[in-house]
C-alpha cells in the first residue's frame, strides 16, 4: 500500500535551519501539507498545497515539493519548535498521514 | 473564534461502542467537512473518514468499514463518530478536525481530543 515516509528523527541547535523530508511516489501528483504537534496538544496546520502558510503561522516554516519529496523548512529555529511534525497528502482521494519526525532543539 | 469541542474521555469494554461529538461554533457547520483522525499513545496520525454536515453523506477508510458511523445534528452544530465492536487496539485519542477552506484536503481546525480506552 502506498505510504509516506519520514525520517524518525531530526536535530537542530537553535537558530540553525531544520529540514523535514517527506517521500511518497504520488507526491508529483499531489500537494504536500504539513502539520505541528506539540505534546497533548493537537496538530496544527503549518503549510498547506506545497508552499503556502496559513495565516498566523511564522514565516520561518516553509514547505516545496519536488518530484517524490516534499520538504518542511524552519529557519531560524526556537526552542518552541521542538515537536512531532507529520507530513499529509492523498491515496486515492482519502488523506494519509507520514509516520512523524520528532524535531529536537538542541 | 472558529473552535470544535469535544465530549469528555471514554473507558469502554471490549466489544462495546463508544460515541463521541464533536460541538462547532464560530462558523457555518454546515459549511465544511468534518473529518474524523485518531492517534494511539506515542503513535501517529490515522485518518478515519469524513462526514459533510450540510448533506450527511459520509466516506469512510477501508480500515473502518462496517464499524465507524458518522453523523450529525445541524441544529446543535454537532458531529458525532461512533466506533462499534471495539477491540484494544482502538484504544487512542480520537481528533475532529475541520477542511481548511483553502485547500479541503488539509484540517485546519482541531478538536482538543478524546481519549478512548478500551479495556477488561
Known sequence: ???????PSVSVSPGQTARITCSGDALPRQFAYWYQQKPGQAPVLVTYKDSERPSGIPERFSGSSSGTIATLTISGVQAED????????????????????????L | QVQLVQSGAEVKKPGASVKVS????????????????????GQGLEWMGWMNPNSGNTGYAQKFQGRVTMTRNTSTSTAYMELSTLRSEDTAVYYCAKVFEKAQDAFDIWGQGTMVTVSS
Open chain 1, 1 to 7: 500500500s502506498y505510504e509516506l515516509t519520514q525520517p
Open chain 1, 82 to 105: 521542538e515537536a512531532d511534525y507529520y507530513c499529509q497528502s492523498l491515496d486515492s482521494n482519502a488523506p494519509l498521514f507520514g509516520g512523524g519526525t520528532k524535531l529536537t532543539v
Open chain 2, 22 to 41: 464533536c460541538k462547532a461554533s464560530g462558523y457555518t457547520f454546515t459549511s465544511y467537512d468534518i473529518n474524523w483522525v485518531r492517534q494511539a499513545t
